[in-house]
């Protein structure tokens, strides 16, 4: 670790990937910059840990499709071991009638696959994908621009968001409806308009739940599953990789380029409060009490943590610490880990030795009933009874990360809320949770239980307490309408300044939300270096 200064132009809390990219463009902006990790490794939740021997686990994410390539390029991240490795076929959805679907980038793969349920969707998934793709084009630009706001309009930006308004003119007067349909209306009503085939719906819905405590007919999950397929793998449109090495690999690459560009990086040193002097940041205190000066802290965390936790009541206005007690975190993830000494034998596709079925996302959920299902436990306080489960096995495509002949999967879990009903906690459920989950894979696997040698399972609770996830929110905050765009994180507050001078965010609470992605941190930087504090 490097030596601590007493002071420097920036400090950077958290050293989770936008933390990391933060730190990263303002040290190119020629800032000295320290960043300030609680955990013992950088990364925050896109993380590789060696939880078992020889098995290197991605904690909380998983794979990887969001993150900017753009910020890929500029950091030169492939210099220090940023690797996607893509998966084809993409995702594998068995069913209890033995029946399977396979989707994926091979577009006469979707073709025949779909068909096996439907010829009318397997017509339609084409022109499905060719929308998104025009979608993509209005919105996918406006991730990496400060939102508008419409309550203090600026030249500047009236300039910019005109320009691209002209820019896209023809688009948003065609597109205009199903654009207001993706931000606004559910996932089962926009499925619905374009399918009919239930297998085919549910495995395109689960996208749209993700870390969220909202069910596939919840208004606003057009867009959260729209959010999940602007993405590429190594130039691939829509299509997920898995980080060489785990996602480890993105955050370790990020943390190489930091260190490259000057930035000092302290694991193992949590923030305990922001020091503020006449109504601006100075800087911050460590839990170990010592005092590092900056004119700028920039602040991966969360608001919750960050202006109830890190800053004290009298820095800030009373109606904005009103309004950061209004965002909602509710969240129903729960992340499972499994050492296998073998792959899954599924009934619906035979076989140990690795195949197609085991290269992609396999989702346990086998029609649009079954999610309805497990939402309803959640809004009932009760962890699902049938969950949805989205399972990988990333050492089929990538064997580093477990012991020779031996496999890892991540599972991803929908739906365990933070808050559970009847007096139960998480920490007397998270083993009965584990073990449902693990029953109802084996319902498709059956050796699959058999096949555990290590377990690892991480609620809503353990997200808040290990990763300072506020309600074991991976998104830092619900991704709803009425809390993005301008509305993330608050009103008024969308630019990544906050009313006390010096401070700013630059986490998956701001614009554009969570996934790892990166550009919240860029845009961050951007409005701290035309600052120039």
């Not at 753009?70 to 068995?94: A, H, Q, W």
């Not at 009541?313 to 729960?334: C, G, M, N, Q, T």
């Not at 239980?449 to 399972?457: D, F, T």
Request: overall charge negative.
């Amino acid at each position: 670790m490097p030596d601590l200064q007493p002071s420097y132009d920036a400090v950077v809390v958290g050293a989770g990937h936008n933390g990391l990219v933060t730190a990263a463009y303002l040290a190119k902006g020629g800032k000295k910059v320290a960043v300030f990790e609680k955990r013992n490794v950088e990364g925050g939740a896109a993380v590789t840990e060696e939880r078992w021997p020889g098995y290197r686990v991605s904690s909380l994410s998983y794979v990887n499709s969001l993150f900017r390539p753009e910020i890929v390029k500029e950091l030169e991240l492939k210099k220090f071991g940023y690797e996607m490795l893509p998966r084809s076929p993409s995702s594998f959805t068995p069913l209890p009638d033995g029946r399977h679907l396979l989707l994926g980038p091979d577009k006469e793969l979707c073709r025949s696959e779909i068909a096996k349920f439907s010829a009318k969707d397997a017509a339609a998934y084409p022109r499905y994908e060719e929308r998104l793709e025009e979608i993509s084009a209005i919105l996918e630009p406006l991730l990496t621009k400060t939102p508008i706001d419409p309550g203090d309009l600026s030249v500047s930006s009236l300039l910019e968001y005109g320009g691209f308004a002209l820019g896209h003119r023809k688009l948003l007067q065609d597109r205009w409806p199903e654009l207001v349909r993706f931000l606004t209306g559910s996932a089962t009503d926009l499925l619905d308009r374009w399918f009919e085939s239930d297998v085919l719906k549910a495995t395109l819905a689960t996208d749209a739940v993700i870390g969220a405590n909202a069910g596939p007919g919840t208004p606003g999950t057009a867009y959260v599953l729209f959010h999940h397929v602007m993405g590429e793998c190594n130039g691939a449109r829509g299509v997920w990789g898995y980080m060489k090495g785990g996602m480890g690999g993105l955050t370790q690459s990020l943390a190489g380029a930091c260190r490259a560009l000057g930035v000092d990086i302290f694991v193992g040193a949590p923030v305990a409060r922001v020091l503020t002097e006449d109504g601006r940041v100075r800087g911050v205190v460590l839990a170990d009490g010592r005092e590092v000066r900056a004119s700028v802290v920039a602040s991966n965390a969360d608001p919750n943590v960050t202006f109830n936790r890190l800053v004290e009541a009298k820095d800030l206005p009373p109606e904005f610490l009103r309004d950061v007690s209004r965002i909602s975190y509710d969240s129903a993830s729960v992340k499972i880990n499994l050492a296998l000494s073998e792959l899954p034998d599924f009934k619906a596709c035979p076989g140990k030795t690795a195949g197609p079925q085991h290269r992609g996302t396999i989702h346990i959920a086998p029609g649009m009933a079954y999610l309805d299902r497990a939402y309803a436990d959640s809004v009932a306080g009760r962890w699902s009874r049938d969950p949805i489960l989205e399972c990988t096995i990333p050492s089929v495509v990538d064997p580093s990360v477990a012991p020779p002949g031996k496999h890892l999967m991540n599972i991803f879990v929908q739906y365990g809320p933070y808050k559970l009903a009847d007096g139960k906690t998480w920490d007397t459920e998270r083993e009965a949770f584990g073990d449902r989950c693990l029953e109802v894979l084996g319902q498709y696997a059956p050796n699959l239980p058999g096949a555990v040698l290590h377990r690892q399972v991480l609620t809503p609770l353990d997200m808040e307490r290990e990763y300072s996830l506020t309600g074991g929110s991976i998104h830092q905050g619900r991704m709803s309408l009425d809390q993005m765009f301008n509305m993330r994180p608050l009103p008024g507050w969308s630019d990544y300044r906050t009313p006390l001078a010096g401070l700013y965010l630059c986490g998956a609470s701001c614009h554009p939300g969570g996934g790892v992605m990166g550009a919240a941190g860029l845009n961050a930087a951007r409005t701290i270096l035309g600052d120039d504090l």
